[in-house]
């Protein structure tokens, strides 16, 4: 049996209080049948004795340590100087103290002091027996003062002085505004000048090494950048020729927004590449596209490009083939393509069956390489690195509503070898219990369609009752297109009132089995989901139980959710470059790049089937509630709408809630935010609208982690009603809606 790995996530609560954080530990076991005993190698026994004698003669080195002395450190401790020379201790250690190897440690000390500003720093050393004593002349620590550029007459100053203090300030923290003189940073940063100038056309451009002047009477360094600018050049003309298949003007459209950038030779060396996509993307799988240009022969800083086209002929698919698989069956592999099989070529399609197959988890690695065939026709050669399929963990938290939690996993995602995952939990909190087993085929008959099964049990103590349920659930969907998602379930449940303190007239059945059938849809497009959302998303479900199907009770029930999420700033410019890294832009674009301004909307209604219904006919449990870190954050988890005279929370039959947010970066990872929230609950869903409308404002701290963000709000009750608290603090993970 083989530990696999072992890793921090965080998980949150699936009954209906997504506020909760857990801390998910998960050791994967996987174990394999081998249908033969191994055999002994032969010269085994000699290499394990070889072995012997290198680990005991590297545990004999590792005994001895160089005694090191330093003298005349006063800015730094012994314990940061050996921290800074960690690698060259270890090499003394290793291979024991010599003239060479002492004057490398006191280079790279001597070199650790004019990282931090100390530009006159001098380090020497002398050898004493098995001792080596550094003997440090600190001096003192020059600051950075006025960073001037001479010649720079097409870029603006606050632009070049960013790229000239990057490197320094890559180690310290944005905000500080003082950062220590390093002549070495300092040279870095003017080829950044350099490089950033050539971006931008200046292909003769001529940046001098910096100017230094030491104030007289103070600790600090101007510094000069000599700038020859030249000329700026642009795309001229732009010519085809050769087998280009589409007309000028269709070609001249894939490249538009490079000519309308300064001509680099790297912007260049990009119009084929771009072209190229645009014809495979067509099935030209053998395209060869050559873009050449002289700026020697440009006008007014314009120059012409010719652009050899050599098209090709158009590729279709063939079959697929894969190696490397030992326990998943290769028709799982070879069944996600066959649906290609005779189509005209496509990389994009092959990269969305590839993300697809990693998606499952069941690989580390996949390749697919396209081999050309008999008959211009492409044939898909797969190599695939299997992942660990057997996994054990469990998880432990802290959710504001549910308290602490306990719970364990285990999941196999490629049962039989067929790659249906199978998954079983369990989890305790302080409010009850939960169990689950989950059966999935991300590919229902080797189709497009996903199907899920899933039984289990839990117990929940609400503020006023406690319920038993079991049940098990029945889920088939379809992607139908890259952002529409749309589904089918067909649920069972029986639901047991175990023990309550309100009242029976306002519980509704104690004792029940519901029986829905339901459809769902979803239109996601976000760009990243989970860590930085952007764009919009709609969904929405609709449930009906009736006596047809099995249910005790009748209703139908719809819900439906809005969300917005606008990032600022535009896109970088620099190619490669992440806006919130890009120098280009000031310290505030940057910091306002990574801004986040959130809307968000629901509605849900639930409404009795048959006879005329009262408020609180419907079971207690198949009301909506609102409330808590997910809804209107001035109120507890479930505490806003109607109760009764003890303050339990009723539920209600019609709800709303808006939501309004904008988060912002304070430091690293952590993050401000601020929001607004409003909404209701109805008790009854034969008079909807928007009365008795609740509110709420309030601030938070965010740690964005890669799976979604720790939230702490407190939200404020602007008006609070007679027994209701003036606000409430809620802790939880993921976004708020």
């Known amino acids: 049996m083989e530990i696999f790995a072992a890793w921090l996530s965080i998980s949150s609560d699936s009954v209906k209080m997504r506020s909760v954080l857990a801390v998910l530990i998960t050791i994967a076991f996987v174990s394999e049948t081998r249908g033969q005993s191994a055999l002994t190698e032969p010269g085994r026994e000699e290499r394990d004795k070889a072995q012997q004698k290198v680990e005991k003669a590297q545990q004999k080195t590792a005994l001895r340590s160089t005694a090191i002395d330093f003298r005349g450190e006063a800015a730094f401790n012994e314990k940061d100087l050996r921290t800074a020379l960690k690698e060259q201790i270890t090499t003394l250690d290793q291979y024991g103290l010599t003239p060479a190897r002492a004057d490398d440690v006191a280079f790279f000390l001597q070199l650790y002091y004019r990282k931090h500003g100390y530009a006159k720093a001098d380090v020497h050393y002398a050898i004493e027996g098995e001792r080596l004593r550094l003997d440090i002349k600190e001096g003192p620590q020059y600051t950075l003062g006025v960073t001037n550029f001479a010649g720079n007459s097409?870029?603006?100053?606050?632009?070049?002085?960013?790229?000239?203090?990057?490197?320094?300030?890559?180690?310290y923290s944005k905000l500080q505004k003082t950062l220590p003189f390093v002549a070495a940073d300092v040279q870095e940063g003017a080829d950044l000048v350099g490089r950033f100038y050539v971006a931008e056309g200046f292909l003769e451009v001529k940046v001098d090494p910096p100017q230094y002047r030491y104030r007289e009477g103070a600790p600090v360094v101007d510094v000069t950048v000599p700038i020859?600018?030249?000329?700026?050049?642009?795309?001229?003309?732009?010519?085809?020729?050769?087998?280009?298949i589409y007309d000028p003007s269709t070609l001249r459209g894939q490249i538009e927004d490079l000519l309308k950038q300064p001509y680099t030779d790297a912007r260049v060396a990009d119009l084929p590449r771009r072209l190229q996509a645009y014809f495979k993307q067509r099935g030209y799988y053998d395209v060869k596209i050559e873009a050449t240009g002289d700026p020697t022969t440009a006008v007014n800083g314009h120059v012409p490009v010719q652009i050899a086209v050599s098209a090709g002929p158009i590729y279709h698919f063939a079959d697929s083939t894969v190696t490397g698989l030992q326990r998943l069956r290769p028709s799982y592999v070879t069944r996600r393509f066959s649906s290609l099989d005779g189509k005209t070529y496509s990389?994009?399609?092959?990269?969305?069956k590839f993300r697809m197959l990693m998606r499952?988890?069941?690989?580390?690695?996949?390749?697919?390489?396209?081999?050309?065939?008999?008959?211009?026709?492409?044939?898909?050669?797969i190599t695939a690195e299997e992942a660990k399929s057997k996994e054990f963990g469990f998880s432990v938290g802290y959710g504001s509503y549910v308290g602490a939690i306990v719970?364990?996993?285990?999941?196999?995602?490629?049962?039989?070898?067929?790659?249906?995952?199978?998954?079983?939990?369990?989890?305790?909190?302080?409010?009850g219990y939960k169990g689950e087993i989950l059966w999935e085929d991300p590919f229902l008959f080797d189709t497009d369609f996903a199907f899920k099964a899933r039984v289990g049990a839990l117990t929940f103590d609400f503020d006023g009752y406690s319920k038993f349920e079991l049940g098990g659930r029945l889920e088939l969907s379809r992607k139908i297109t890259k952002t529409y998602e749309a589904g089918l379930t067909f649920s069972v449940r029986h639901v047991e009132i175990t023990s309550a303190d309100i009242k029976p007239k306002f519980l509704g059945d104690t004792s029940y089995f519901v029986d829905t059938i339901g459809f769902n849809q979803t239109l996601d497009l976000r760009k990243?989901?989970?860590?930085?959302?952007?764009?919009?998303?709609?969904?929405?479900?609709?449930?009906?139980?009736?006596?047809?199907?099995?249910?005790?009770?009748?209703?139908?029930?719809?819900?439906?959710?809005?969300?917005?999420?606008?990032?600022?700033?535009?896109?970088?410019?620099?190619?490669?470059?992440?806006?919130a890294e890009d120098p280009n832009r000031s310290a505030f674009q940057r910091w306002y790049s990574q801004t986040l301004l959130a809307f968000g909307a629901r509605m849900g209604i639930i409404h009795v089937l048959g006879n005329e219904s009262t408020p609180f006919d419907l079971p207690i449990d198949e009301r909506f509630f609102n409330g808590g870190g997910t809804t209107v954050r001035s109120f507890d988890e479930r505490d806003l709408g109607p109760r009764d005279h003890r303050g339990n929370p009723l539920g209600g039959e019609f709800f709303t809630v808006f939501n309004a947010e904008y988060t912002f970066p304070i430091y690293g990872e952590l993050q401000g935010a601020v929001f607004v929230d409003a909404g209701n609950l109805l008790p009854s869903s034969e008079d909807p609208g928007f009365q008795d409308m609740r509110y709420a404002i309030g601030a938070g701290l965010r740690y964005k982690?890669?799976?979604?963000?720790?939230?702490?709000?407190?939200?404020v009750n602007p008006d609070p009603h007679t027994n209701e608290?003036?606000?409430?603090?809620?802790?939880?993970?993921?976004?708020?809606f």
Do not use: C, M
Request: glycine share 12%.
């Open 154 to 171: 097409h870029e603006p100053t606050d632009k070049l002085f960013d790229y000239v203090v990057g490197p320094t300030r890559e180690r």
């Open 725 to 736: 608290a003036e606000g409430a603090f809620h802790f939880s993970f993921g976004f708020a």
């Open 407 to 431: 719970g364990a996993s285990y999941r196999d995602r490629d049962l039989f070898g067929y790659g249906r995952p199978l998954t079983t939990s369990a989890e305790v909190n302080q409010r």
């Open 705 to 715: 982690l890669p799976i979604g963000p720790i939230r702490l709000d407190y939200g």
């Open 228 to 244: 020859t600018e030249g000329r700026q050049y642009f795309f001229g003309s732009i010519s085809f020729s050769g087998t280009t």
């Open 347 to 352: 990389p994009e399609a092959v990269d969305e």
């Open 528 to 579: 990243s989901p989970l860590v930085s959302p952007r764009g919009l998303v709609v969904d929405n479900t609709v449930d009906l139980a009736l006596n047809g199907l099995g249910s005790q009770i009748e209703f139908v029930r719809a819900t439906g959710r809005a969300s917005y999420y606008i990032g600022f700033g535009e896109e970088s410019q620099a190619p490669g470059v992440a806006l």
């Open 360 to 381: 499952t988890g069941l690989f580390n690695l996949l390749q697919i390489k396209p081999v050309p065939v008999d008959g211009n026709r492409l044939r898909l050669d």
